[in-house]
């Protein structure tokens, strides 16, 4: 079946530095990959869109030189979180859409800092 | 300003009851709605979903109603058991691989 992998599940950074999180589609062909950040509140925020045959889509507030994100394919993304602080922690999701336009979750990477 | 709308914030039903949950949004151009169920320390789990040609979904003991001309829709949980207290999110994308957006989430407990 379509399953979303995210590493790793949890992670503690110090103020002001940053960290690296993976997210992998197995099972389907993702033609698009989204990243969400999920507060404590459990309130979405887009972080950015990539899909097949455009570059990658940052939302407002959200900008490649805070959240670069690397994906070879649209089944294996990154995005490291640069120069973390206490705002930026969270549960990052990536949600990976099936050309039946379904989209998948992974389990998230919980991110808190120091 | 908030494009998807989720009422209640949070519910309370009997066991073997029916949860109703609310959803409704902003954008005519949304056709795509699915609904999410997330437990604690877990990701979102897509339970249904509905697109806006459509006027009903069911899917086992889960339900979407859905109102194009109102810019509403609802899930109904039939029959209601412990194991689906969660938290429920409704979410909505138009077409061509449109980014979802998530409503704030409807947290449901079903007491035994």
């Known amino acids: 079946g379509a399953l979303v992998y995210q590493y790793p599940r949890r992670t503690i950074c110090k103020s002001g530095t940053s960290m690296r999180m993976e997210c992998q589609a197995v099972?389907?062909?993702?033609?698009?990959v989204a990243w969400y950040r999920q507060s404590p509140q459990k309130t979405f925020e887009l972080i950015a869109l990539?899909?097949?045959?455009?570059?990658?889509?940052?939302e407002q507030n959200f900008t490649q030189e805070k959240f670069p994100i690397s994906h070879p394919n649209l089944s294996f993304s990154s995005m490291t979180v640069l120069n973390a602080y206490l705002e930026d922690r969270g549960l990052y999701l990536c949600?990976?859409?099936?050309?039946?336009?379904?989209?998948?979750f992974g389990p998230g990477t919980r991110l808190l800092v120091l | 300003q908030q494009q998807v709308r989720q009422s209640p914030q949070s519910l309370t039903v009997w066991e073997g009851e029916t949860a109703i949950l609310n959803c409704s949004y902003e954008n005519s151009a949304f056709d795509y709605f699915p609904w999410y169920q997330q437990f604690p320390g877990e990701g979102p789990a897509l339970l249904i979903s509905i697109l806006s040609v459509s006027d009903k979904k069911e899917d086992g003991r889960f339900t979407i109603f859905f109102n194009k001309r109102e810019k509403k829709l609802s899930l109904h949980i039939a029959d209601s058991q412990p194991g689906d207290s969660a938290t429920y999110f409704c979410?909505?994308?138009?077409?061509?691989?449109?980014?979802?957006?998530f409503g704030t989430g409807t947290t449901v407990s079903v007491s035994p």
């Open positions: 099972g389907f062909q993702a033609t698009s």
């Open positions: 990539s899909t097949v045959n455009s570059a990658i889509k940052y």
């Open positions: 949600g990976a859409r099936t050309v039946q336009d379904t989209q998948y």
């Open positions: 979410a909505a994308s138009e077409g061509g691989g449109r980014a979802l957006i």
